[in-house]
């Protein structure tokens, strides 16, 4: 018999897995005296921000999500 809260937890890290795929995590540059770093190619479009702000949205979700898979198989195991 298949265990459920593993199954899930499986479910739940691929979401996760395909989340980070698609907003990998950003590198922060600072310079000496501790200022960010900021590289500008142009102007910021209305495009370019919505994606900024799913990509920053999107991130911590799929770390979430992983976190929360790793405890729902950790917690499968444990019962069996």
């Given at each position: 018999m298949a265990h459920p809260l593993g199954m899930l937890g499986l479910i739940v890290n691929?979401?996760?897995?395909f989340l980070l795929l698609r907003f990998p995590p950003a590198v922060v540059q600072y310079t000496q005296d501790g200022r960010r770093?900021?590289?500008w190619v142009g102007t910021p479009t209305a495009e370019g921000k919505h994606r900024a702000l799913l990509a920053m949205r999107g991130y911590p979700l799929g770390?979430?999500?992983l976190t929360l898979g790793f405890l729902l198989q950790l917690l499968d195991l444990l019962r069996t």
């Open positions: 691929v979401a996760g897995t770093v900021v590289e770390v979430s999500l």
